[in-house]
C-alpha cells in the first residue's frame, strides 16, 4: 500500500460514494488505475465493504456505549459471541486494562437500553457493566467536505 492507496481510502471513508472520477481527480491519477486499485483494496480485504451512516436521531434511535468486566476465568472471546447474538450490538471492542471489553448499542430507548442491557448482565460471564448514553456525536468518517 502507497500514499496513493491511502490517499483512496481517506477519501472514501469520508464518502463511498464518491464517483472514481472525483477520486482520480483528487489524488492526480486517472480513472482506470484508480479504479484497479480499489478493486485491489476489496480483494486484499482492506476494503471489507460499504455501508449507509444513518442518523439515529432521524430515526428515533439512541447510542449508548456499555462497559464490561467480566468474571475472572471468562476468555474475552465469550464476549463476542454473545455479542454477535444481540442483534442490537452495533460493535464491540476488548481492550487491555479494566474494563475487559466496550460495547456500542443502538436501541429504541432508554427502556429498551435496559432490557438489553440485563440480558448481556444475565449471561453468566459478566462481573458488571458501567452504561454511557451518547448525548450527541462528531465523527472524522461523518464530516463531508
Known sequence: MDSIDRQILDLLRTNAR????EIARR???SGAPVSRRIERLEADG???GYVALVSDAA?????AFTEI???GDTDTREIEEIARQV????Q????AGDP???VRFRVRNVDHLQQVVNAIRRTGIVAGTKTLIVMSTWDRTRSLD
Do not use: K, N
Request: aromatic fraction near 6%.
Open 18 to 21: 464518491m464517483p472514481v472520477s
Open 27 to 29: 489524488v492526480g491519477l
Open 46 to 48: 482492506v476494503i471489507q
Open 59 to 63: 430515526v428515533g434511535e439512541l447510542d
Open 69 to 71: 468486566r467480566l468474571t
Open 87 to 90: 442483534p442490537e450490538v452495533q
Open 92 to 95: 464491540y471492542y476488548t481492550i
Open 100 to 102: 475487559d471489553a466496550l
